[in-house]
T-cell receptor
Framework: QKEVEQNSGPLSVPEGAIASLNCTYSDRVSQSFFWYRQYSGKSPELIMSIYSNGDKEDGRFTAQLNKASQYVSLLIRDSQPSDSATYLCAVIGGYQKVTFGTGTKLQVIP | KAGVTQTPRYLIKTRGQQVTLSCSPISGHRSVSWYQQTPGQGLQFLFEYFSETQRNKGNFPGRFSGRQFSNSRSEMNVSTLELGDSALYLC????????????????FGPGTRLTVL
């Protein structure tokens, strides 16, 4: 079992729809969770961080964390073609080790 | 505030050679982490330095090494290059790496694209 798992996609959504990206993790002591966006040929860019159970909203982005079920998700409302990218989930687990998922490719269709 | 910078941006080497990559973190950031990114393996953690000390290390062979200077700038070295070392090497900095807070947020540099022939 991978430490951080994401569906590789591609996840295709029409413009204006809600895109839902999911991530599960195996280390129960994990406390810090991050979502990054990576455009092709570019480096990852931090979108959101979340540390406690529940929802955290920032503009069109909402991160959701459920530590009991060991998953974290990212919702993108009113998806735009410019949101087309690979979204990486990162988790800080035991010993402050950072582990990234392999990413989900999102395609927003105009 | 200037972002994370990495030099060089592109590098072509041949098998058996060694290479040194450099990373300058965001001003005030004391933690620097290095990652290798390949299409097949995704983003793999190499090591993390904080205040000149290696605090974490990933599962890479000893050919991969690094160090951090007193000004928080970091270098990583790969000796005896292999074809499989061809990858994008990314450096990320954060204010710190302990506790649970936004101080752990990592910001990436543009990366160094290494090609081994």
């Amino acid at each position: 079992q991978k430490e951080v798992e994401q569906n590789s996609g591609p996840l295709s959504v029409p413009e204006g729809a809600i895109a839902s990206l999911n991530c599960t993790y195996s280390d129960r002591v994990s406390q810090s969770f991050f979502w990054y966006r990576q455009y092709s040929g570019k480096s990852p860019e931090l979108i959101m961080s979340i540390y406690s159970n529940g929802d955290k909203e920032d503009g069109r982005f909402t991160a959701q964390l459920n530590k009991a079920s060991q998953y974290v998700s990212l919702l993108i409302r009113d998806s735009q073609p410019s949101d087309s990218a690979t979204y990486l989930c990162a988790v800080i687990g035991g010993y402050q080790k950072v582990t990234f998922g392999t990413g989900t490719k999102l395609q927003v269709i105009p | 505030k200037a972002g994370v910078t990495q030099t060089p941006r592109y590098l072509i080497k041949t098998r058996g050679q060694q290479v040194t990559l450099s990373c300058s973190p965001i001003s005030g950031h004391r933690s620097v982490s290095w990652y290798q990114q390949t299409p097949g393996q995704g983003l793999q953690f190499l090591f993390e330095y904080f205040s000149e000390t290696q605090r974490n290390k990933g599962n890479f062979p000893g050919r991969f090494s690094g160090r951090q200077f007193s000004n928080s700038r970091s270098e990583m070295n790969v000796s005896t290059l292999e074809l499989g070392d061809s990858a994008l090497y990314l450096c990320a900095s954060s204010f710190t790496s302990g506790g649970v807070s936004s101080y752990n947020e990592q910001f990436f540099g543009p990366g160094t694209r290494l090609t081994v022939l």
